[in-house]
């Protein structure tokens, strides 16, 4: 009885006895949703203090992506990255942030700018937010004339009308060219130039005759005559006239 009692006083001096306490599990990893907005989803969990990757196990097609931190990563401000089929970053917006990269910031998931197919995900500590100022969110309109070597080049905002006088000079010029960034939603976004006394100028491209002017990645219009210019005016709304 004595040595029992002697055995039971050790063991609570030595915390054996205590109440056991709960061990939380330690959480530092990424877990990134993929999913179709119906039954179709899929999910990777990456580490969050190196660069890692992985495949989702099936690809999509995906409308939305969300970041989830573990309880314990510490950079709070990690972004992750959808690439398509092709080894291309997938574009998603969440509020007015439109980006290549994504948060969580608990905030929630990513809506895709159209269903895409994802080969891979990417976790990065060196990923940052895409510079508001960036030209893949923008609109470079360039303004040149070969005969005099002189030139303008005027960025200007995309989702609404925005308006501006060339940069640095107002010409004469010969040639126009719209260049849409890669991130800009709109991406057949027209824009107008009018010359010093507010009328718009007529453009030319292929057989193309307007007094709108896009990108489509076919490079600079022609003014059917050189003239200066006194506004650009950007704007979502405008539409092909067809001279």
């Known amino acids: ?71 314990d990563v510490q950079n709070k401000d990690l972004r992750c990255q959808a690439l398509d089929n092709y080894g291309y970053p997938i574009v998603a ?17 990513w809506t895709f700018r159209e269903a895409s197919y994802v080969s891979e995900v990417i976790c990065d500590p060196t990923f940052v937010k895409i510079d508001p100022t960036s030209d893949e969110l923008n609109l470079r309109v360039v303004l040149e004339s070969q005969s005099t070597e002189t030139g303008s080049q005027t960025v200007l905002p995309s989702g609404y009308r925005a308006e501006s006088a060339p940069v640095a000079t107002s010409g004469p010029f010969e040639t126009v060219e719209l260049r849409v960034g890669s991130l800009v939603q709109k991406q057949d976004y027209r824009c107008q130039i009018l010359d010093i006394y507010g009328n718009p100028l007529t453009v030319l491209r292929g057989e193309n005759k307007d007094n709108t002017f896009s990108d489509a990645d076919k490079g600079a219009w022609t003014l059917q005559t050189p003239r200066e210019v006194g506004e650009i005016i950007c704007d979502p709304t405008f539409v092909a006239q067809k001279l």
């Open 1 to 71: 009885m004595y040595s029992k009692a002697v055995v039971l006083s050790l063991l609570a001096a030595s915390g054996a006895l205590a109440a056991p306490h709960n061990r939380r599990y330690y959480d530092d990893k990424v877990t990134v949703a993929l999913s179709d907005g119906g039954e179709t989803g899929a999910q990777v969990t990456l580490e969050s203090t190196v660069r890692d990757m992985a495949a989702p196990a099936i690809s999509g097609p995906f409308n939305s992506i969300e970041i989830r931190l573990g309880a």
């Open 93 to 109: 917006t969440r509020g007015e942030n439109i980006d290549i990269t994504f948060s969580d910031a608990d905030k929630g998931a």
